[in-house]
């Protein structure tokens, strides 16, 4: 499966749980470790479990395999290795103080709609 129906994929689970402020980055330039990262934002810590749960089972529904889950005992940053794709569920505060944006690029990646 291509990395932009990965990411549909992804978004649309994300979607689905009222994530919020999804941001998409291309790292194929930064690292050769993964191709995208995705950062999205939950109100709470139930939100944000929630999220990467959901993430987790549309990927497996669709074939991508989660390779590791990690967070989800405090719920304030749950990321999710998909190979490919990195998947960053924080709280607002969290993302505020990591700032992840800046450490993967400035500029989100478009998404394009699946046909």
Same mark, same amino acid.
């Given at each position: %499966?291509? =990395?932009?129906?990965?990411? &549909?994929? *992804?978004?649309?689970?994300? $979607?689905? *749980?009222?994530?919020?402020? *999804? /941001?998409?980055?291309?790292?194929? $330039?930064?690292?050769?470790?993964?191709? !995208? +990262?995705? =950062?999205?934002?939950?109100?709470?810590? &139930?939100?944000? !479990?929630? %999220?990467?749960?959901?993430?987790?089972?549309?990927? !497996?529904?669709?074939?991508? !395999?989660? =390779?590791?889950?990690?967070?989800?005992?405090?719920? $304030?940053? +749950? @990321?999710?290795? @998909?190979?490919?794709? +990195?998947?960053?569920?924080?709280? #607002?505060?969290? &993302?505020?103080?990591?700032?992840?944006?800046?450490?993967?690029?400035? /500029? #989100?990646?478009?998404? /394009?709609?699946?046909?």
């Amino acid at each position: %499966m291509n =990395i932009q129906k990965q990411q &549909r994929i *992804i978004i649309d689970a994300l $979607e689905d *749980i009222k994530a919020q402020d *999804i /941001k998409i980055f291309n790292t194929t $330039e930064l690292t050769s470790l993964f191709d !995208r +990262v995705i =950062i999205a934002s939950g109100t709470s810590n &139930r939100q944000t !479990r929630s %999220m990467a749960g959901h993430v987790a089972d549309q990927a !497996r529904k669709n074939g991508i !395999r989660v =390779i590791a889950t990690e967070g989800e005992d405090t719920g $304030e940053w +749950v @990321l999710l290795d @998909l190979g490919d794709i +990195v998947v960053h569920c924080m709280q #607002p505060t969290i &993302r505020t103080y990591y700032n992840l944006e800046e450490l993967w690029g400035a /500029k #989100p990646v478009r998404v /394009k709609l699946l046909s």
